[in-house]
């Protein structure tokens, strides 16, 4: 009785670790960020494409702080939760069409440290490094 | 003792006793104080009265009954609730939205969408809802019914909300701080629902839901002991839940500006959801007259705590309060 009460505990302990191990954020490893994409500037308006589908790609962009920006999220056939973006810092919400772009602005002063954005279930996400 | 209609029929019952003179039911308690003349040992009177109850599955004992908790069901409750966990967010990351390939959008595509929604993360919150309250209804000796009418107010909630949403030209969905709040609450009451379950605390039974006496009356009357009301009103409730699949489905709904097109894929998106629904609320019904329901009430209410959790965790995340947990 004991044996396999532990036994039990010790198996169901490491299936949920491992589950929710498997789809926690990690956190880095590699502080040089090295890899995640850089947004371009172009005529002084920085550009941050993210596509949303089944998720946000890329889900970590670096961004230069300060500077007045656009962030372009794409959607092609998305129905799922990624078309209902969320961005708190900025208090912005908005149900993207299925299929389009759409341009949020972030101007100069909010593009500090780090954006989190996430969809309306909370499950995607993706971030904005601004330095 | 499940609701104040429980305790009103229980009432009447023994009240048709012509030696009763009072009857007082606690729900809290799960208490019973019976006033009247008897001649037969307390014992006896206990066992004459159950039997005016017993067929709706209550028994009057005069010693206090000690439900056992029966910790000896985790042993395969544990791991199993671990596995179909595992698995849960194993099939999160299989990319099933990527199945969904067309822009434009047919009746098919609503359907196929509806389909994809009920295992994707959506079940997670709408699936989790109503694996608890049916796990729960079919504990309490909920029939067949009560599921019924769930699916039926979500059908006729979809296709009524759905048409009034193409026709208005108005989104029903929340804003961001309403979302949040139902988040919290859907998860609070699953959190609820999914300790219940485990049965080894008594006192979340006080923290229940239940509607007022008064409502409660009403409803009996009509119907002895399930009720017709509250499994409706739940199932349209669902065309609130902040799932994102419904949300792009209502977007679309608006945009069609017409009620029939916005009903019909309202309600088609449904029954895209309804299989895997009805498997968990008509199964977990089935289930709960095995010999093994014990095992099986312990791994839904550890599968629901754990989604409450989840839920939880994300309502808070888009609340911006705490950094996302989990990326699926």
Redesign the interface.
């Known amino acids: 009785?004991n044996t396999?009460?532990f036994i039990?505990?010790a198996?169901?302990?490491?299936?949920?670790g491992?589950?929710?191990w498997?789809?926690?954020?990690k956190p880095d490893t590699d502080e040089t960020n090295a890899g995640v994409p850089t947004a371009l500037i172009i005529d002084g308006t920085q550009v941050i494409d993210i596509s949303a589908?089944?998720?946000y790609s890329p889900?970590k962009v670096i961004a230069r702080a300060g500077v007045p920006t656009i962030l372009r999220v794409s959607t092609?056939?998305?129905?799922?939760?990624?078309?209902?973006i969320?961005i708190?810092?900025l208090?912005y919400?908005k149900?993207l069409?299925?299929?389009g772009t759409e341009d949020i602005v972030i101007p100069a002063e909010k593009a500090q440290g780090t954006l989190?954005g996430?969809?309306?279930?909370?499950?995607?996400?993706f971030q904005i490094i601004f330095q | 003792m499940h609701c104040n209609a429980c305790v009103i029929f229980i009432e009447e019952a023994i009240k048709e006793v012509a030696s009763v003179k009072s009857v007082n039911v606690s729900r809290a308690k799960n208490h019973i104080t019976i006033t009247g003349d008897f001649s037969d040992t307390p014992e006896k009177i206990a066992e004459t009265l159950t039997a005016l109850v017993h067929t709706h599955g209550y028994t009057i004992s005069v010693d206090k009954v000690n439900a056992s908790a029966q910790w000896?069901d985790?042993?395969?409750a544990?791991?199993i609730?671990?596995?179909i966990?595992?698995g849960?967010?194993?099939l999160?990351?299989a990319?099933?939205?990527?199945l969904?390939?067309?822009?434009d959008?047919s009746y098919g595509t609503v359907f196929v969408?509806g389909l994809i929604?009920s295992v994707?993360?959506c079940l997670?919150?709408v699936g989790g809802l109503v694996l608890s309250l049916s796990a729960n209804s079919a504990k309490e000796g909920g029939t067949w019914r009560t599921q019924t009418l769930f699916h039926i107010g979500r059908l006729g909630g979809f296709f009524i909300l759905g048409g009034l949403v193409g026709l208005l030209g108005n989104?029903l969905?929340l804003?961001?701080t309403a979302?949040v709040v139902l988040?919290g609450i859907v998860a609070l009451v699953m959190l609820i629902l999914g300790i219940n379950l485990l049965d080894i605390f008594h006192f979340t039974k006080k923290l229940q839901f239940t509607f007022p006496s008064a409502f409660s009356r009403h409803v009996v009357k009509g119907s002895k002991h399930d009720h017709y009301l509250a499994p409706v009103l739940v199932g349209i409730g669902t065309f609130f839940l902040?799932?994102?699949?419904t949300?792009?489905?209502q977007?679309?709904a608006l945009s069609t500006g017409d009620f029939m097109q916005g009903a019909l894929t309202m309600t088609v998106f449904a029954l895209g959801t309804l299989p895997m629904l009805a498997l968990l609320s008509f199964g977990s019904l089935n289930i709960a007259h095995k010999p093994w329901k014990g095992i099986f009430f312990k791994t839904v209410g550890t599968i629901v705590i754990?989604l409450a959790l989840l839920n939880l965790?994300?309502?808070l995340?888009?609340?911006?309060i705490i950094?996302?947990?989990?990326?699926?």
């Open positions: 009785m396999s009460a039990s505990v198996v169901s302990t490491l299936l949920v491992g589950a929710f498997f789809i926690s954020v589908k089944g998720g889900r092609k056939g998305t129905f799922d939760c990624s078309a209902s969320i708190p810092k208090s919400q149900f069409q299925p299929s989190q996430l969809c309306s279930m909370g499950m995607y996400n | 000896g985790f042993i395969y544990l791991p609730a671990g596995v966990i595992l849960f967010f194993l999160q990351q990319g099933l939205t990527s969904i390939t067309s822009s959008v969408i929604a994707s993360s997670a919150i989104s969905h804003g961001l979302n988040g902040p799932c994102g699949f949300q792009s489905m977007l679309y754990a965790a994300n309502a995340a888009t609340a911006g950094n996302p947990l989990f990326n699926f």
